[in-house]
């Protein structure tokens, strides 16, 4: 079992749409947790990290579920810009070790 | 904001050949480096942690005689790759660390690598 599974998608939606993402951890132990964009071909990219309480950062939404070991993104009045893999990250110790999910694509269309 | 600069960003050589990536933090001393690479659609995977001073430790399965790294100074590491083989061709990444918290790995542009 990988240690973070995403859906790889695509999922594609007309601007404006709303989506979820979702992500699972397989280490009950792991302590941090992440959002990244990765454009084609491209470094990632942090977008927001995660915290217990869930947060918010403009049209982007992220949730963590430990019991369940589950975290969610949602995006808001999707843009075009929004176009791109969104990987889901969890640091299991404070090596600042992170383990990557494999990624979710996104394709916003107008 | 935090830039962290990899070079060169594309390779293309014959099968045997070495190739040397280099990763420098432009503005911030990193005490702590790391060195992913990524296939085709999937995800990336921690290769090693380069910390400046010391031995890299490497990930199970990353073969240290094969994957040279280098950190001897706070702002640069280098990745090389010794008698690369096609199975070599993938996208490598560095990051960097200023060590004030897991959100401060900032990471370079990348390194398509393709062996022929």
């Known amino acids: 079992r990988k240690e973070v599974e995403q859906d790889p998608g695509p999922f594609n939606v007309p601007e404006g749409a709303t989506v979820a993402f979702n992500c699972t951890y397989s280490?009950?132990?792991?302590?941090?947790f992440f959002w990244y964009r990765q454009d084609c071909r491209k470094e990632p990219k942090l977008l927001m990290s995660?915290?217990?309480s869930g947060n918010e950062d403009g049209r982007f939404t992220a949730q963590l579920n430990r019991a369940s070991q589950y975290i969610s993104l949602l995006i808001r009045d999707s843009k075009l810009s929004d176009s791109a893999t969104y990987l889901c990250?969890?640091?299991?110790?404070?090596?600042?070790?992170?383990?990557f999910g494999s990624g979710t694509r996104l394709l916003v269309r107008p | 904001g935090a830039v962290v600069s990899q070079h060169p960003s594309r390779v293309i050589c014959k099968s045997g050949t070495s190739v040397k990536i280099e990763c420098r933090s432009l503005?911030?001393?990193?005490?702590?480096m790391f060195w992913y690479r990524q296939f085709p659609k999937q995800s990336l995977m921690l290769m090693a942690t380069?910390?400046?001073?010391?031995?890299?430790?490497?990930e199970q399965g990353v073969e240290k005689d094969k994957f040279l790294i280098n950190h001897a100074s706070l702002t640069l590491s280098t990745l090389t790759v010794t008698s690369a083989h096609p199975e070599d061709s993938s996208f490598y990444i560095c990051?960097?660390?200023?060590?004030?918290?897991?959100?401060?790995?900032?990471f370079g542009d990348g390194t398509r690598l393709s062996i022929l």
């Open positions: 995660v915290y217990s």
């Open positions: 990250v969890v640091n299991v110790d404070s090596s600042y070790k992170l383990i």
């Open positions: 503005d911030f001393q990193a005490t702590t």
């Open positions: 380069s910390n400046e001073g010391s031995k890299a430790t490497y």
């Open positions: 280490n009950s132990a792991s302590q941090s």
């Open positions: 990051s960097a660390s200023e060590g004030q918290g897991l959100a401060s790995q900032h």
